[in-house]
């Protein structure tokens, strides 16, 4: 996951996480920054005039803002209210409807520790997905697309469960 910004002071400024590690790296202006080996949000750069240091805050998911000399520069901005809504909408409905004993006869869907795993695993994605757009319309239509899909996922698990239930007493 990578974020670009552009700033008058600081000129620009690329930030990279890594989803699978968590690994940062931060280049300003081209130059590639070392991180500080006793503080993790920390990163330096040595020039002619000495030990230049600036601090991250935050993460891709919660937005990330840069502390240097003085001032504070947004990176990436905190994620909106309609995106942490589409995020944490299914694992919410799972977790009210999977749990429900007459809403599940009306659509069987399996809550639980699977459904709230399922469903916090497309609020996840949807998340980082919304993240990486930049235009509203899009971020809103593909989140609610992702967040659907992990209802769906854990409906068609509820089908399964039953239809195993079945043949089992049958």
């Known amino acids: 996951m990578k974020a670009v910004t552009q700033n008058e002071f600081i000129g620009e ?8 590690t ?12 070392e991180r500080s080996k006793h503080d993790k949000k920390e990163y330096f750069h040595e020039t002619a005039e000495g030990k230049e240091v600036l601090t991250l805050k935050g993460n891709y998911l919660t937005g990330i803002s840069v502390w240097y000399k003085g001032r504070t520069v947004e990176v990436l901005s905190k994620p909106t209210w309609y995106e942490i809504l589409i995020a944490i909408f299914p694992l919410i409905f799972v977790c009210i409807w999977g749990n ?13 520790a699977i459904g ?23 971020k809103i239509l593909v989140g609610c697309a992702i967040s659907l899909g992990s209802i769906i996922v854990c409906g068609m698990l509820g089908y399964i469960l039953i239809i195993a239930l079945a043949v089992a007493l049958a």
């Open 22 to 33: 968590g690994k940062r790296t931060i280049s300003v202006n081209g130059v590639k920054w």
């Open 100 to 112: 429900a004993e007459p809403l599940v006869m009306i659509f069987p869907i399996i809550g639980g």
């Open 116 to 138: 709230g795993f399922v469903s916090a695993l497309g609020g996840v994605t949807a998340m980082l997905v919304m993240r990486s757009m930049k235009v509203t319309k899009q």
């Open 13 to 20: 400024i690329v930030y990279e996480e890594s989803f699978w």
